[in-house]
C-alpha cells in the first residue's frame, strides 16, 4: 500500500494509532541518535573557534534547537488541543497532552542554556531581556497547561479545558513577544540578537541545523512514546489493551 | 423577570443581582481593598525609605499590587454560582451566554478592578509621585483592569471543574496578563522619563477592545465544558 491511498483518518482511532506509533518510534530514536552523533562532531569538532566568544559559544547546538523546538511545540500542541476541542477527537487530545512536557523540557533547557552560556559572554546568569522573558513566560504557559489538565478529574473536561487555555495562550504568544520588545526599549537592557546568524560560518550553520532535526526527532519519538502509554491507560478497559499487554 | 423581558434588560438584571450579592458582603471588596493597600506599603519596608528609588518603582508597584489584588476574587465570578446550581440556571436564559460571561465580568470589575483603580490615586501619593503622573497611572489602571477581569474570566470558568485552588487560577492567568503589566506599568514609567504615554495607551485600548469582544467567548466555552 503506498502513502498516498493511506487512510490517515484510519489512525485516528487510538487503537491503530498506537500500532503506528510502535512501528515509527524506533525510526524516530535511531535517526535521533545519528543526527545527534553527527551534529555534535561537527558543533563540538569541526566547527570553528568564534573569535569572539572562543568556545564558549558552543552551547549553541542545544540552546538553539531547543529555543525553536520550544516554540514550535507549543504552536503543534495548540493546534491538536484545538482538533480535539473542535472535532472531539480523542486522539488528538492526548497528542497535545503528550507533547506538553516535552515543550516545557525544551523550554527549561533553552532558559538553563542561556543563562550558562550568559555567564561566560555577558558576565551574567540571567537578563530581563524581551526574549528571556518572553521563553519565561512561555515556561509558565507550559505548566499552567499541566496543571490545569492534572487537576481536573473527568478526562474529558481536562482535555477541553486545557485546550481552551493552550488556544488562549497562542493568541497571547505574540503579544507577549511584541510587548515585551516596547518594554525593553525603555529599560536598555543588554539585548541577545540573532544578528550573528548571517556572520555565522557554515560548519556552525550546518551542525546547528543538524541539531534541529536531531531535536525533532527526538520530540516526536518522545512524544509518540508518552502518547502510547496516555492510549493504554485511557484505553485500559479495552479488550485490545489487554491483549497487547 | 417578566416574560418579556429584553435581552438588554437580563444584561443590566445580571450585573445588578451581582453587585448587589457584592455589596451584602462587603467585606470580599473591602478585604481585597485594603490587600493592595497593604501590599503597595509593604515593598517600602522591604526596599528602604529611599525616595527616588520609590517614586521610581512606585507604577511598577502599585500595578502589581492591584493585579494580585484583583486576582484574589477573581474565581468568585463563577464559582459559588456554579456550587449553588444557579450558574445552570443562567446558563438557560434568553441571553447568550457569552453575554450573560460579559455582563458578570463587568459587575466583577465594577467591584474589584474599579475600586481598585479609584483608591490608587491615594497610594500613589505616598510614594510621593506628582499629581500628573498619578493622573495618568489613574488613566492606565482605569484602562487595564476591565482587562484583568476579561482574562481572568477565562482562568475562572476554566479552573471551576478542577479541584484546584486559586492558585492553580493565578498560574494560568498570571502569564496571560503579564502583557497587561507591562503596558500598564509601562504608560507610567515613559511618562515619568518624559516620552508620551500614547503608544502604550493605545496598545491598552487595542487589547482592551479585543478581549470585549474575545474574553467572554473563551468563558462561555470554558463555563459551557464545566457545566456538561
Avoid at chain 1, 499541566?146 to 473536561?157: P, Q
Amino acid at each position: 500500500m503506498s502513502l498516498l491511498n493511506l487512510n490517515w483518518f484510519k489512525f485516528a482511532a487510538p487503537q491503530r494509532f498506537y500500532g503506528l506509533a510502535g512501528s515509527l518510534i524506533p525510526w524516530f530514536v535511531v535517526s535521533g541518535v545519528i543526527l545527534t552523533i553527527i551534529g555534535l562532531v561537527i558543533g563540538l569538532g569541526i566547527a570553528p573557534t568564534d573569535h569572539q566568544q572562543g568556545d564558549s559559544y558552543r552551547i549553541i547546538f542545544i540552546h538553539v534547537p531547543a529555543a525553536w523546538m520550544s516554540m514550535l511545540i507549543y504552536l503543534v500542541m495548540a493546534f491538536w488541543a484545538a482538533i480535539g476541542l473542535i472535532f472531539n477527537a480523542r486522539l488528538a487530545s492526548m497528542l497535545a497532552l503528550s507533547l506538553a512536557p516535552t515543550g516545557a523540557i525544551m523550554t527549561f533547557i533553552a532558559l538553563w542554556t542561556g543563562a550558562v552560556w550568559g555567564k561566560p559572554t555577558w558576565g551574567t546568569w540571567w537578563v530581563w531581556d524581551a526574549r528571556l522573558t518572553s521563553e519565561l513566560v512561555l515556561l509558565f504557559l507550559y505548566f499552567g497547561f499541566l496543571s490545569l489538565h492534572a487537576s481536573i478529574e473527568d478526562v474529558r473536561k481536562a482535555d477541553r479545558s486545557a485546550a481552551l487555555l493552550a488556544i488562549v495562550g497562542v493568541i497571547n504568544v505574540p503579544i507577549i513577544y511584541f510587548s515585551v520588545k516596547w518594554w525593553n526599549t525603555l529599560h536598555q537592557g543588554a539585548s541577545v540578537s540573532l544578528t550573528k546568524a548571517p556572520t555565522m560560518a557554515t560548519q556552525m550553520l550546518t551542525g546547528m541545523l543538524i541539531m534541529v532535526f536531531a531535536f525533532w526527532m527526538y520530540s516526536i519519538a518522545v512524544a509518540l512514546y508518552r502518547c502510547r502509554n496516555l492510549i493504554l491507560d485511557r484505553e485500559r478497559h479495552a479488550d485490545w489493551v489487554k491483549e497487547v499487554l | 423577570m417578566s416574560q418579556s423581558a429584553s435581552g438588554f434588560t437580563i444584561f443590566l438584571g445580571v450585573i445588578t443581582r451581582d453587585l448587589r450579592l457584592a455589596l451584602r458582603r462587603k467585606s470580599d471588596s473591602l478585604a481585597a481593598l485594603i490587600f493592595f493597600a497593604v501590599v503597595a506599603s509593604l515593598f517600602p519596608l522591604g526596599i528602604g525609605p529611599e525616595q527616588n528609588l520609590l517614586m521610581q518603582i512606585a507604577p511598577g508597584i502599585l500595578w502589581i499590587a492591584a493585579l494580585l489584588a484583583a486576582m484574589l476574587s477573581l474565581h468568585k465570578i463563577f464559582s459559588e454560582d456554579f456550587i449553588d446550581g444557579s450558574l445552570d440556571q443562567i446558563a438557560l436564559t434568553a441571553l447568550p451566554l457569552p453575554l450573560v460571561v460579559l455582563a458578570k465580568t463587568i459587575a466583577h470589575w465594577i467591584s474589584s478592578g474599579l475600586l481598585l483603580t479609584l483608591i490608587s490615586p491615594i497610594l500613589a501619593l505616598q510614594f510621593n509621585l506628582p499629581i500628573d503622573t498619578v493622573g495618568v497611572l489613574f488613566l492606565s489602571l482605569l484602562l487595564g483592569t476591565p482587562l484583568l477581569s476579561l482574562i481572568g474570566s477565562i482562568g475562572a470558568g476554566l479552573t471551576l471543574a478542577s479541584r484546584g485552588s486559586g492558585t492553580l487560577l493565578a498560574l494560568i492567568i498570571l502569564p496571560l496578563v503579564s502583557p497587561v503589566l507591562i503596558f500598564g506599568a509601562g504608560a507610567v514609567e515613559s511618562y515619568q522619563s518624559g516620552l508620551g504615554v500614547a503608544a502604550h495607551f493605545s496598545l491598552l485600548g487595542a487589547m482592551l477592545a479585543l478581549a470585549l469582544f474575545l474574553a467572554p467567548f473563551a468563558s462561555a466555552a470554558s463555563i459551557r465544558i464545566a457545566l456538561e
